[in-house]
C-alpha cells in the first residue's frame, strides 16, 4: 500500500470547506448562551428580583407564575433570555448597579424579549443565515475543484458576509423593538426609566473604554445599536413620561444594597471583599458582605461577630439567622446551628432553600431523634421546589438511615438528573421502581424520572 499525496486542487478545497464550516460554527455558538453557565440560588436573592419584576411582569400581561428571574454565576455585565420565561440576570449586573431601579429598567427589557417571542426567531434567523453559508460553502468548492480558487474564497467570504450583516441587522432590530417594549413596562408600572438611561450610559462608558467605536459606521458591524443611539432615543421618551420622577423605592433599594453586598462578599475573594467594605464601614450591607468574606476565609468568630452584629439589630430577619445558622453548621457545629435555622425556615414558612439547609443541620447532628423532622423539613422543602439537588441528596441520607432503600434510590436520582448524572440516574429510578408499591405516586415518579433519564440519554448519543 502506498501513501499518496492528496492533489493540490482537492487540498485547497478542502480547506476552504473548512475555513467556511468555522464560520457558521459562529452561527450554532450564538444560539447557545446557557453553556458553561452556573447558577447561584440564595433565598433572599431570589425573593428580591421576583420583588423587582412583579410590577413590570404585570405590566407586560405575562402570568406572574410563569415568569422566572434566575441569577447566573458569571462576573460579565449581562441579562438575557434563552427560551421559555426565564430572565438571566448575570451576578456582575447586580455588582455593577447602583440601585434597584438600574436592574429593573434591564429586567423589562428581557420581558420584552418574552413577550415579542425573540428567541424563537433569533433561532430562525440563525437557521437562515447557515442556510446562506451552506449555499456559499457549495458554490465555493464547487468552483475550487474546478479550479478557480479565487472565485471560490471570494463566493464563500461573500456568502459569509452576507449571512452575518442579515444577521446582525435582525438582532439590532430586535434590541431597539425591545428597548421600546420596556420603557412601556416600565411606564405600566409607573418605575422611573432614569435607571434604564444610567445603566445604558455605563455600558457605553464601558463600550469606550473597551476601544470599541460609537462611529455611526460601526453600527453595522454589531449585535445591538449603538448605546449612544438608545440613550437619545430612550431619554426623550422616559422624560415625557409621568414616571420619571417617580422616586426608587426606598424599601426596594436598602434590600437591594444588602443582597449587593452580600453577593459580593460571597463571590469576591476576601481582601477585595475587606477593601470594597472595611471594618470602619458600620451599615448592615458592608456587616453582611464582611460576614461572608470572614467565613470563606476561615475566621469563624469574626464572620459570627458580624452575624450576631446584625441579628441585634434585626433579631426576627430569617435571612440574618440563615446565615448565621450556615456558618454554625459549615464550621462543624451543627447542633448550635438549627435554633437559628429552625427560626428562619419556620418564619419563611418552609422557603426550601432554607429548610434544606436545616434539614442538613438536622442530619448533621448525627443524632437519630432529629431525622423524623428532618425527614419533614425536607420533603415540604422539595414538594415546594422540585429543583434542588442539595435537599434531594439529603432526604436520601434520612430514607437509608431508616433502611427505606427504594425511596433512597428515588432520591438520589431526582439528585442526579438534575445533575445531568444521567445513567447513574436510570439505573436508580429503576431500581426505586421495582422496590415501591406499584400505582403509588413515588412508583409513579420513579418512573418520570426514569422516562426522563432514559430520554436525555437518547439525545446525547443522536448528537454525537
Known amino acids: 500500500m502506498t501513501a499518496l499525496p492528496i492533489p493540490d486542487r482537492t487540498a485547497q478545497a478542502l480547506r476552504l470547506a473548512a475555513y467556511a464550516l468555522a464560520l457558521m460554527a459562529s452561527f450554532m455558538m450564538a444560539a447557545g448562551p446557557l453553556a458553561a453557565q452556573s447558577i447561584l440560588r440564595d433565598a433572599e436573592t431570589e425573593q ?35 427560551g421559555g420565561q426565564v430572565v438571566y440576570v448575570h451576578a456582575g449586573l447586580i455588582n455593577a448597579a447602583e440601585n434597584a431601579n438600574e436592574v429593573q429598567g434591564v429586567i423589562a427589557h428581557e420581558l420584552g424579549h418574552i413577550t415579542a417571542g425573540h428567541v424563537v426567531r433569533f433561532e430562525e434567523r440563525v437557521r437562515t443565515a447557515q442556510g446562506i453559508s451552506i449555499l456559499s460553502l457549495i458554490l465555493g468548492v464547487g468552483a475550487a475543484l474546478a479550479g478557480a480558487g479565487d472565485a471560490a474564497l471570494g463566493a464563500m467570504m461573500a456568502g459569509q458576509q452576507a449571512a452575518m450583516g442579515s444577521f446582525l441587522a435582525f438582532n439590532r432590530n430586535q434590541e431597539a423593538s425591545t428597548d421600546l417594549a420596556g420603557a412601556r413596562y416600565l411606564s405600566g408600572a409607573g418605575i422611573s426609566g432614569r435607571g434604564s438611561i444610567k445603566f445604558f450610559e455605563r455600558l457605553r462608558n464601558l463600550e469606550i473604554r473597551a476601544g470599541y467605536s ?16 438608545r440613550i437619545q432615543v ?20 436598602d434590600r437591594f444594597l444588602r443582597v449587593r453586598a452580600k453577593l459580593y462578599g460571597y463571590l469576591a475573594e476576601p481582601k477585595r471583599t475587606f477593601n470594597i467594605y472595611p471594618e470602619s464601614d458600620a451599615s448592615v450591607p458592608a456587616r453582611y458582605a464582611r460576614a461572608y468574606a470572614y467565613h470563606k476565609d476561615a475566621q469563624v468568630e469574626k464572620a459570627l461577630a458580624e452575624t450576631q ?149 437518547e439525545r446525547l448519543r443522536d448528537a454525537r
Do not use: C
Open 48 to 82: 428580591l428580583l421576583q420583588d423587582m419584576a412583579a410590577p413590570l411582569i404585570e405590566a407586560s400581561e405575562l402570568e406572574p407564575g410563569n415568569v422566572e428571574i434566575v441569577l447566573i454565576n458569571d462576573p460579565s455585565i449581562n441579562a438575557f433570555v434563552a
Open 214 to 229: 460609537q462611529a455611526d459606521d460601526a453600527a453595522y458591524t454589531r449585535t445591538h445599536p449603538l448605546s449612544g443611539d
Open 234 to 253: 430612550l431619554r426623550d421618551l422616559y422624560r415625557q413620561d409621568p414616571a420619571w420622577d417617580a422616586p426608587v423605592d426606598a424599601e426596594l433599594q
Open 309 to 457: 452584629s446584625l441579628l441585634a439589630q434585626e433579631p426576627d430577619n430569617p435571612y440574618f439567622l440563615e446565615l448565621d445558622g450556615q456558618i454554625l453548621l459549615e464550621s462543624g457545629r451543627p447542633a448550635e446551628a438549627l435554633e437559628p435555622l429552625r427560626r428562619a425556615t419556620e418564619m419563611t414558612r418552609n422557603q426550601p432553600l432554607i429548610a434544606g439547609m436545616f434539614g442538613h443541620a438536622l442530619i448533621a447532628t448525627e443524632d437519630k431523634a432529629n431525622y423524623a423532622e428532618a425527614e419533614r423539613v425536607l420533603r415540604a422543602a422539595v414538594a415546594k421546589d422540585r429543583y434542588n439537588p442539595f435537599a434531594w441528596y439529603q432526604l436520601g441520607v434520612v430514607y437509608a438511615a431508616r433502611g427505606d432503600m427504594p425511596r433512597a434510590r428515588l432520591a438520589s436520582a431526582e439528585q442526579q438528573v438534575m445533575n445531568r448524572q444521567y445513567p447513574e440516574a436510570l439505573r436508580n429510578a429503576q431500581a426505586a421502581e421495582a422496590g415501591l408499591p406499584v400505582g403509588s405516586p413515588d412508583w409513579i415518579r420513579a418512573q418520570d424520572v426514569a422516562l426522563q433519564a432514559r430520554s436525555e440519554l
